[in-house]
């Protein structure tokens, strides 16, 4: 049986203070998995600490490291788009690069794929290294995706995972340029098995996601893979006009029993902010899609590549 390419695709942003111990856990930890080689792909997505510097270094000590520079920060989905699209393996593991996922991980999704399957999912056992508003909130986003949209998310899994060559060529095809990775990842499908593991908390250095950051990132995975949120605004429309009508009927009997009155200005101030703040709402969400369409029809490239370090760019 001739030796397997096993592609690590890593994202780095400001990670300056995590790279010596990743490349030192990260690398004994392949090289004890037998009959595999494997390329580590890192992606500086823009990094403005000393990240390319320490990546570089390491491209140039080692042969097996590979290194992507983008011109700017691309984000966390594009700058892991730009890897799988560097990516030579015959599987491919997304990775982050503060060993929040245990190196030991890669072992058992390679042993899981050799049964024959062509995803891996390594899904977390527990989020206990998340805090708690963290996990109420990832919670409740995967209740609500998952309830939207036709494509599910399985919970407790991130971008870690073990995908064959035709997965990753499958994702590399797609053409839309805003990526929820999650989502695509769980759209294309395959034959999927799981792992369970512990997840740690950050090595070294800060999260990059803010919870305003999370929230957006959020409202993109709904948006990116369900109309429901627009389509509800049909099925709220024709409740309103039904119950207006009602209301309608409501007031030409009384006026017939009881006269013309005058009273009424608060019940009709109130209604008239309550479907006017209901218009707007309706109004945002279509402009959310409508943002979507216009930075699609765009057509711009993911990200763009400054320059590549390692074995072949010499
Ligand atoms: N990352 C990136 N670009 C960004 C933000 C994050 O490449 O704009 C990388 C980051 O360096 C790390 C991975 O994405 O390797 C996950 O980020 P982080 O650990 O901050 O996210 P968390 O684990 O807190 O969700
Ligand atoms: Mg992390």
């Given at each position: 049986?001739?030796?397997?390419?096993?592609?690590?695709?890593?994202?780095?942003?400001?990670?300056?203070?995590?790279?010596?111990?990743?490349?030192?856990?990260?690398?004994?930890?392949?090289?004890?998995?037998?009959?595999?080689?494997?390329?580590i792909?890192?992606?500086?997505?823009?990094?403005?600490?000393?990240?390319?510097?320490?990546?570089?270094?390491?491209?140039?000590?080692?042969?097996?490291?590979l290194?992507?520079?983008?011109?700017?920060?691309?984000?966390?989905?594009?700058?892991?788009?730009?890897?799988?699209?560097?990516?030579?393996?015959?599987?491919?593991?997304?990775?982050?690069?503060?060993?929040?996922?245990?190196?030991?991980?890669?072992?058992?999704?390679?042993?899981?794929?050799?049964?024959?399957?062509?995803?891996?999912?390594?899904?977390?056992?527990?989020?206990?290294?998340?805090?708690?508003?963290?996990?109420?909130?990832?919670?409740?986003?995967?209740?609500?995706h998952?309830?939207?949209?036709?494509?599910?998310?399985?919970?407790?899994?991130?971008?870690?995972?073990?995908?064959?060559?035709?997965?990753?060529?499958?994702?590399?095809?797609?053409?839309?340029?805003?990526?929820?990775?999650?989502?695509?990842?769980?759209?294309?499908?395959?034959?999927?098995?799981?792992?369970?593991?512990?997840?740690?908390?950050?090595?070294?250095?800060?999260?990059?996601?803010?919870?305003?950051?999370?929230?957006?990132?959020?409202?993109?995975?709904?948006?990116?893979?369900?109309?429901?949120?627009?389509?509800?605004?049909?099925?709220?429309?024709?409740?309103?006009?039904?119950?207006s009508?009602?209301?309608?009927?409501?007031?030409?009997?009384?006026?017939?029993?009881?006269?013309?009155?005058?009273?009424?200005?608060?019940s009709?101030?109130?209604?008239?902010?309550?479907?006017?703040?209901?218009?707007?709402?309706?109004?945002?969400?279509?402009g959310?899609?409508?943002?979507?369409?216009?930075?699609?029809?765009?057509?711009?490239?993911?990200?763009?590549?400054?320059?590549?370090?390692?074995?072949?760019?010499?």
């Open positions: 049986m001739s030796r397997s390419l096993l592609s690590l695709v890593v994202p780095f942003y400001n990670e300056e203070e995590a790279i010596p111990g990743f490349f030192a856990q990260v690398v004994p930890a392949l090289e004890a998995i037998a009959e595999i080689d494997f390329e792909v890192c992606v500086n997505d823009g990094s403005k600490d000393r990240t390319l510097t320490l990546l570089a270094e390491a491209a140039e000590a080692d042969d097996r490291v290194v992507v520079d983008l011109s700017r920060n691309f984000g966390k989905e594009a700058a892991m788009s730009a890897g799988l699209a560097e990516a030579q393996g015959h599987v491919v593991v997304p990775f982050d690069a503060d060993l929040q996922d245990p190196p030991e991980v890669i072992a058992k999704l390679v042993e899981k794929w050799r049964e024959g399957y062509d995803v891996v999912l390594a899904r977390r056992s527990d989020r206990s290294s998340d805090s708690y508003l963290k996990r109420q909130s990832a919670l409740g986003f995967y209740r609500l998952n309830k939207l949209a036709e494509v599910k998310i399985p919970e407790n899994v991130g971008d870690f995972r073990l995908m064959t060559r035709e997965v990753v060529n499958v994702l590399n095809a797609l053409p839309e340029s805003r990526r929820f990775m999650k989502g695509l990842f769980a759209w294309v499908g395959y034959r999927t098995a799981e792992v369970t593991y512990v997840r740690h908390s950050r090595c070294a250095g800060k999260t990059k996601f803010s919870g305003w950051r999370l929230w957006n990132f959020a409202l993109e995975g709904i948006t990116s893979f369900s109309t429901l949120p627009l389509r509800m605004w049909t099925y709220f429309g024709l409740l309103v006009a039904a119950t009508f009602l209301y309608a009927a409501y007031l030409v009997i009384r006026t017939l029993v009881h006269g013309i009155e005058v009273p009424g200005y608060a009709i101030f109130v209604s008239l902010l309550f479907f006017s703040g209901v218009q707007m709402i309706g109004i945002g969400v279509i959310e899609y409508v943002g979507r369409i216009y930075i699609e029809s765009k057509r711009r490239p993911l990200y763009v590549v400054r320059r590549r370090y390692g074995k072949s760019q010499q």
